[in-house]
């Protein structure tokens, strides 16, 4: 019993780790319709900002956080000005291919840049765990998924009930009407490449705190990736939902099914369960159905 | 555009990609020039030549899938890896011989991949891709859990050298021979499939999946089938792959390496099986060419060395692939024609 109940609170926190980043995922999509596939990298450029901004520059951590925040918006109006502003009104698929291509202009970046080398991220939350009763909770995580919490519904707030957050919901359903009704879509793709790459840094920070970085950090992105489209593309509430049913699954996985699998099944339980429930909604747990006409 | 005086009296005639008879001739010629290369070239050229050949083939299975049928392959590596592995193990473990192993190797991977196409019946559009994504996620873990017997398990698998009607299949130029053959069955495959049937139901689903099915068109039956033939491909190009490198492991096949078939096929153009093969030619050659630079600074520049080169590649990748969606969306292949029809009514700038 205590077993099943630590293994499904560390999952829900891992969860919400995955949770935060398929917000990232959701605010730029929502916003701008770009399915940003370079999410992770993004996510790997925001955590090596922090580090240099803690390292390199040696600024107090309550400097180096807003500073790293301040670069990755900086970050995300370039991508949005030099690579999908061009793109605007193409097909989707051009715009997947496009974050394509930033997925391997990244990754050199980040390599010419700050090298192959990994080094120890500066620890943001404090270390080891919290003992409720005999259930054991990370620290680090567990501050992070109050973060991922706070900003889920500040987003949400923002999106659904703010006249700026409904204006880019109107982007997000349809860029022609969106424009014919006087809304700026450049400025609302602005919004969403900066709340996208703000939001990924935090997870960064969420994640790496006091642990180890490098280029492996980049991984993030395909495993949240499947959180976002459990959760459907649109919708804030449902990535951190979506990521907490995934956290949970992986879990669970990982602690009865691994010692039978050898330790494969929890890897690839969680794509397994999303397809399951992809069938039954296509479009997502809480994804808008759009009908589509010919 | 053709040259001029060509009047068409058949369906037949009008689909033909050689019209005249100089075209033939020259078309012949490079064939012939292609079998005649291992004479001229260096032995790291014509390995280089065959490595690329081998890419073409699983560029061009993508190219049905994601250019033809407009399905987004992420995982086209792992069916290339699952053809890896099938003709390792079938030359291995059965002792077959090259000419069979690899068909089998690419018909198992196509197999698998229909597994991965079957969401396809529910999912639509970006949300299929995640099966794609999972394809290669499940792809080393399945190797590296499956008895060691039949995959060698996570230690990879080693290759015997091919053999037919007796001799061995030897050195650079055997490989590269061997290679081109399987490429020229290939690639005609994918030219003809374009103008078939099937391939004109690709282009109805690529171009529109509402339409398509109004039209009369299974788009079940035909996404599926879609994901099946690139993954053939793929598993050919696997099998070839497993020879050549003579040592196959479950690292060769990642997510990185798919990403860089889009890219090659994104830069090459997707509409046309040409653009895989340009796509292939150019990014090789730009591979070679930073190098070749990279080589020449390294000596004079202190901090230019293999870590710093790599990556700079990737940057050069990276942008070259963003540039071209942004200012060539139609890839290298457009550019082509436009040269073509420029060279075929020059001097007269007006045809």
């Known amino acids: 019993m205590i077993e099943l109940v630590q293994s499904l609170s560390s999952g829900v926190l891992l969860g919400l780790l995955y949770g935060i980043v398929a917000l990232s995922f ?43 925040l301040a670069m990755s918006a900086c970050f995300g109006v370039i991508i949005e000005r030099f ?7 193409q097909p989707i698929f051009a715009v997947v291919m496009a974050s394509i291509g930033l997925i391997i202009l990244l990754r050199g970046a980040t390599m010419v840049i700050w090298g192959p080398a990994t080094r120890p991220f500066p620890q943001v939350f404090p270390l080891g765990a919290i003992e409720i009763g005999p259930i054991l909770l990370n620290t680090a995580l567990l501050i992070g998924g109050v973060i991922t919490i706070i ?11 703010t006249d700026a957050g409904l204006r880019l919901a109107a ?6 009407t ?28 969420i994640m790496l705190s006091g642990s180890v970085l490098g280029v492996t950090a980049a991984e993030i992105g395909f495993r949240a990736l499947p959180v976002a489209l459990l959760g459907g593309m649109e919708s804030v509430r449902g990535a951190v939902i979506a990521g907490v ?21 929890s890897q690839i339980f969680p794509f397994i369960l999303i397809i399951l429930v992809l069938l039954i909604r296509p479009q997502g747990l809480f994804g808008w159905k759009i009908i589509e006409r010919i | 555009m053709l040259p001029s005086g060509i009047i068409f009296k058949s369906y037949a005639a009008e689909e033909a990609f050689l019209v005249t008879r100089p075209q033939k001739l020259v078309f012949a010629l490079f064939i012939v020039a292609l079998f005649l290369f291992p004479m001229v070239g260096s032995t790291y050229l014509v390995g280089t030549v065959s490595v690329m050949m081998i890419t073409m083939i699983a560029v061009l299975g993508l190219q049905i899938t994601v250019g033809m049928a407009g399905q987004i392959n992420l995982g086209q590596s792992a069916f290339v890896g699952v053809g890896a592995y099938v003709t390792a193990a079938m030359a291995v473990n059965y002792e077959l011989p090259f000419w069979l192993a690899i068909p089998i190797g690419g018909l198992t991977a196509g197999l698998t991949s229909i597994l991965f ?15 794609t994504v999972a394809a290669q996620v499940m792809f080393p873990l399945a190797i590296s859990r499956l008895p060691q017997s039949w995959f060698g398990g996570s230690n ?42 099937v391939g004109r139901a690709f282009i109805a689903i690529r171009e529109n999946d509402v339409v398509a099915p109004v039209m009369g068109i299974n788009l079940v039956k035909y996404k599926i089938l879609a994901f099946f033939i690139g993954a053939v491909f793929a598993g050919i190009s696997g099998g070839l792959y497993a020879y050549y490198v003579t040592y196959v492991t479950a690292e060769q096949f990642t997510l990185w390496l798919s990403v860089i078939y889009l890219g090659m096929l994104l830069i090459g153009g997707m509409t046309s099986p040409l653009g895989a093969i340009f796509g292939v030619i150019i990014i090789t050659f730009l591979q070679e060419t930073t190098h070749e630079i990279g080589g020449y600074l390294s000596g004079r520049i202190s901090f230019v060395d293999e870590s710093v080169l790599f990556p700079a590649t990737n940057i050069l990748l990276g942008a070259v692939i963003i540039a071209v969606l942004i200012f060539e969306p139609h890839g290298m292949v457009r550019r082509w024609r436009i040269a073509k029809a420029a060279y075929r009514i020059w001097p007269n700038p007006h045809g």
Request: glycine share 8%.
């Open chain 1, 245 to 265: 049913l995934v956290g949970m699954a992986e879990a669970l996985a990982s602690t009865y099914l691994d010692p039978l699998t050898n330790g494969a099944l």
């Open chain 1, 171 to 176: 982007v997000a359903e349809d860029h022609t």
């Open chain 1, 26 to 68: 959701v605010v730029i999509y929502r916003a701008s319709r770009v399915v940003n596939l370079a999410q992770g990298e993004v996510v790997m450029v925001g955590a090596f900002l922090a580090w240099m901004a803690a390292s390199s520059f040696g600024l107090p951590l309550y400097l180096a956080i807003p500073a790293a």
């Open chain 2, 156 to 197: 990879g698998m080693s290759m015997p050298s091919m053999e037919l009607f007796g001799y061995e299949i030897w050195g650079q130029t055997g490989l590269y021979l061997v290679n081109l053959c399987f490429l020229i069955v290939f690639t005609t495959l994918a030219f003809n499939l374009q103008r078939s049937r």
């Open chain 1, 178 to 205: 969106a424009l014919s009704m006087g809304i700026s879509v450049k400025k609302s793709a602005i919004i969403a490449w900066v709340l996208g790459t703000t939001l990924a840094t935090v997870s960064a920070i």
């Open chain 1, 83 to 89: 690579v999908f502003r061009p793109l605007t009104g």
């Open chain 2, 117 to 131: 196409g079957l969401p396809a019946a529910r999912i639509k559009g970006f949300y299929l891709a995640l099966t």
């Open chain 1, 151 to 161: 900003c889920a519904a500040g987003l949400n707030w923002f999106f659904m009930r």
